[in-house]
T-cell receptor, first 113, second 114 residues
Framework: DTGVSQDPRHKITKRGQNVTFRCDPI?????LYWYRQTLGQGPEFLTY????????KSRLLSDRFSAERPKGSFSTLEIQRTEQGDSAMYLC???????????FGQGTRLTVV | AQSVTQLGSHVSVSEGALVLLRCNYS??????LFWYVQYPNQGLQLLLK??????LVKGINGFEAEFKKSETSFHLTKPSAHMSDAAEYFC????????????FGKGTRLHILP
């Protein structure tokens, strides 16, 4: 078990471009979460899945953001038409339903220029 | 809806002194409570968690926290600070009834003075 892995670790993109991040959770973890963290702030909840079902998406989240977990294993987070305000660390976490302990990946740092 | 308030965005303690990081939560249902630590340029790591049972929970690296329902608090303590404890600490809460998403506080940066 290698833990939660995220790819890429760093992404620099021009404003207006689309970006996609990938998260591979710990195998057999049925819950998968996406968070965003900016400097000096705590992780902000974006969305989460149980298996392939997206259970909740933050109401503060722009329609430019979409996430999928098609086979209940890895997940992707796509940001369309990126803006400078999207620059942040995007964190993925996974857990086993009933365990209440989420394991975090190292994150993907996005810089929009 | 759950929420967490961490009192003090920065806390400084001398090496060997008591560490106390304050966390108050809001929840209309029985909460699960967590403390996570984040070292520079690293991911979040779970220090300890409270779900049910004993209200004093012990975690890694000598940290412990006590769930006090009457005060809606879950303060983190360590008897003697070490230089290696310098990091960002996050208190978090989730809905215990639904084993729901985890909501984080804004964090407290702990500085250890030599």
């Amino acid at each position: 078990d290698t833990g939660v892995s995220q790819d890429p670790r760093h992404k620099i993109t021009k404003r207006g471009q689309n970006v996609t991040f990938r998260c591979d959770p710990i195998s057999e973890h049925n819950r998968l979460y996406w968070y965003r963290q900016t400097l000096g702030q705590g992780p902000e909840f974006l969305t989460y899945f149980q298996n392939e079902a997206q259970l909740e998406k933050s109401r503060l989240l722009s329609d430019r953001f979409s996430a999928e977990r098609p086979k209940g294993s890895f997940s992707t987070l796509e940001i369309q038409r990126t803006e400078q305000g999207d620059s942040a660390m995007y964190l993925c976490a996974s857990s086993l339903l009933g365990n209440a302990e989420a394991f975090f990946g190292q994150g993907t740092r996005l810089t929009v220029v | 809806a759950q929420s967490v308030t961490q009192l003090g965005s920065h806390v400084s303690v001398s090496e060997g002194a008591l560490v106390l990081l304050r966390c108050n939560y809001s929840s209309s249902v029985p909460p699960y409570l967590f403390w996570y630590v984040q070292y520079p340029n690293q991911g979040l790591q779970l220090l300890l968690k409270y779900t049910t049972g004993a209200t004093l929970v012990k975690g890694i690296n000598g940290f412990e926290a006590e769930f006090k329902k009457s005060e809606t608090s879950f303060h983190l303590t360590k008897p003697s600070a070490h230089m290696s404890d310098a990091a960002e600490y996050f208190c978090a809460v989730s809905d215990g009834n639904r084993d729901d998403k985890i909501i984080f506080g804004k964090g407290t940066r702990l500085h250890i003075l030599p």
